[in-house]
């Protein structure tokens, strides 16, 4: 298949190559526009080699998450057929065998960005669904085998308390933790902060949008935004990574969910640098669907 460029401004790319998780986190991003489509048709492992191997990334890494991406049948292959100079970076609840992660990867197939805020497999932490000594565990065994590890909590009300013991436990260890902001509401109120707060207020507007951000999910479509990609918009879905003349294109789309956005297109966000005041849209609304 002939090469694929990404456009210049596109600065993140997230392959979706599952939405299964075995958690149910009450907050779960994936539900945040609506429940997600978690059952679906998952590509075959050649045609995902295929459709990634022929792009061209420059400098922007790789990023499998889901869902939990280790639980895709076929997720050692696919790392193993994809070209050595893709970075990868991982983003996993780490609900899988370690010792057969370590047996079947070395750290020099992920990411080697050695920024001290930089980790290439970036662990999640609920501390609602978790044990958080059995993670800090995991994540000692593979910090121990040189895998450049982190793990991530989110500032849910609820979870204010069990942040700050797993700080504790992870310095001690010499483990690196960050928290980021929960998205999405809790007791009527939302959280999180937005460039755009008309996308969270359950209005459907019309809108052109464009997005800097290349997201695949587990069918292999290439989708507009979160939201297309979690509720499986499969007629939103603007190619397929298995096209042979497969063509990325950084454009506005016309869309009419403006107002029922998934939190994270329309966040203030940190980049993967840990660097704050970022946002993967643009929106320019039209006019209200209603009128
Ligand atoms: S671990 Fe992540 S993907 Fe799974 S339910 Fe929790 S928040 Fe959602
Ligand atoms: S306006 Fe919202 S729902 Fe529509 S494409 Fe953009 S991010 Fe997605």
Redesign the pocket.
């Known amino acids: 298949m002939k090469t694929v460029k990404l456009p210049e401004r596109c600065n993140y790319i997230e392959t979706y190559l599952t939405l299964r998780?075995p958690?149910?986190?009450s907050?779960?991003?994936?539900n945040q526009s609506g429940k997600a489509a978690r059952e679906r048709a998952e590509l075959p492992v050649q045609q995902w080699v295929d459709g990634l191997n022929r792009i061209d990334f420059g400098n922007v890494p790789l990023t499998f998450g889901?869902?939990?991406p280790t639980f895709n049948r076929d997720f050692y292959t696919l790392m193993d057929r994809l070209r050595p100079d893709i970075h990868i970076d991982l983003l996993t609840?780490l609900q899988f065998d370690v010792d057969k992660f370590i047996s079947k990867l070395s750290p020099e197939r992920f990411n080697n960005c050695k920024l001290p805020a930089y980790k290439s497999i970036r662990v999640?932490y609920?501390a609602e669904?978790m044990d958080s000594s059995a993670l800090i565990k995991k994540v000692l065994k593979l910090q121990d085998k040189d895998f450049n590890v982190g793990i991530f909590g989110l500032n849910h009300p609820l979870n204010i308390q069990q942040n700050m013991e797993m700080a504790d436990m992870a310095c001690k260890n010499r483990i690196f933790f960050f928290i980021k902001d929960f998205l999405g509401e809790y007791n009527d109120k939302m959280f999180g902060f937005y460039n755009y707060p008309d996308a969270l207020d359950g209005i459907p507007k019309k809108a052109t949008c464009r997005t800097r951000e290349l997201l695949i999910g587990p069918e292999g479509n290439i989708y507009r935004c979160h939201r297309d990609l979690y509720l499986l918009d499969v007629d939103s879905a603007v190619a397929n990574i298995s096209d042979p003349d497969l063509k990325i294109e950084y454009i506005f789309r016309p869309c009419k969910n403006y107002g029922n956005c998934n939190p994270c297109d329309v966040k203030i966000k940190t980049n993967r640098f840990l660097q704050m005041g970022h946002c993967s849209v643009e929106i320019i609304e039209q006019d209200n669907v209603n009128k």
């Open positions: 998780c958690l149910e986190c907050y779960c991003i994936n889901g869902g939990e609840n999640s609920h669904t």
